[in-house]
């Protein structure tokens, strides 16, 4: 009985898997299609290109108040995660306001991190 349990779970996790599949192969045929026409290629190219600079841009260009945030705002930012935006959290219940960004290195997980990635993590941010 188990055995039939068994085959009928791997047929049915095939069965779910397979649209997914049916998608890629899909996708993989687009660009041989669009291979004969070298400006559609280019254009799609340059869409692409700009709409995902024009999401990066977003994401960077809003910022967010350190000492006004909750955790949850503050897990927006790209690099901080759930633990990270608590520690920022209990650090300024604990401290006060921050004074700079720069001062986010004194909270614990941010300590040991990268001087680049703080960096990009201070860009985001904002003292009231």
Do not use: C
Request: charged letters at 20%; aromatic letters at 4%; hydrophobic letters at 40%.
């Amino acid at each position: 009985m188990s055995f039939y349990r068994n085959l009928l779970a791997a047929v049915a996790a095939v069965a779910l898997a397979t649209p997914a599949f049916a998608a890629d192969d899909a996708n993989a045929t687009q660009p041989q299609q669009v291979a004969d026409n070298t400006s559609a290629q280019t254009t799609d190219s340059s869409m692409t290109m700009q709409s995902g600079s024009t999401d990066q841009q977003s994401a960077t260009s809003t910022q967010v108040n350190l000492n006004t945030a909750t955790a949850k705002e503050l897990m927006k930012i790209e690099g901080i995660n759930a633990t990270k935006a608590k520690n920022i959290v209990s650090y300024r219940k604990k401290h006060g306001d921050f004074k700079s960004v720069d001062e986010l290195a004194n909270v614990k997980g941010f300590k040991k991190m990268k001087p680049e990635m703080l960096k990009k993590i201070e860009d985001q941010l904002t003292i009231g």
